[in-house]
């Protein structure tokens, strides 16, 4: 069972940086794909970054491509994204989630976090 936890969202302004992390209480942390979705106000939820279960092969959305990192801790249980740079269109809740295999879908997911609300000023 994986139990993914959210942190780190604030207010920050445009420019700035913040750092959100998405822990796992469960013990299977290691054996899924972990990705972050972000979710604006009434738009669909979409795909941001993803990394694999060894920490490689990290892939971005365009959107975020040289401003954002995502790395991952296994030995903590925690994926942590670093974003810079950042721009009032990244203002959403952002989610983290887990699937057993490398996918940008939401809809193939099977364990999501409440989410962390990101709000980036003008």
């Known amino acids: 069972q994986v139990q993914l936890v959210e942190s780190g969202g604030g207010l920050v302004?445009?420019?700035?940086?913040?750092?959100?992390?998405?822990?796992?209480?469960?013990?299977?942390?290691?054996?899924?794909?972990?990705?972050?979705?972000?979710?604006?106000?009434?738009?669909?939820?979409?795909?941001?970054?993803?990394?694999?279960?060894?920490?490689?092969?990290?892939?971005?959305?365009?959107?975020?491509?040289?401003r954002f990192t995502i790395s991952r801790d296994n030995a903590e249980s925690t994926v942590y994204l670093q974003m810079n740079r950042l721009k009032p269109e990244d203002t959403a809740v952002y989610y983290c989630a887990a699937a057993s295999f490398i996918t940008t879908g939401?809809?193939?997911?099977?364990?999501?976090?409440?989410?962390t609300q990101v709000t980036v000023s003008s």
Not at 16 to 45: E, H, M, V
Not at 109 to 114: A, C, H, I, K
């Open 13 to 66: 302004q445009a420019g700035g940086s913040l750092r959100l992390s998405c822990t796992d209480s469960g013990r299977s942390f290691g054996t899924y794909y972990i990705s972050w979705f972000r979710q604006a106000p009434g738009k669909n939820r979409e795909f941001v970054a993803t990394i694999a279960k060894t920490g490689d092969s990290p892939v971005y959305a365009n959107s975020v491509k040289g």
């Open 106 to 115: 939401p809809n193939l997911y099977d364990y999501w976090g409440q989410g």
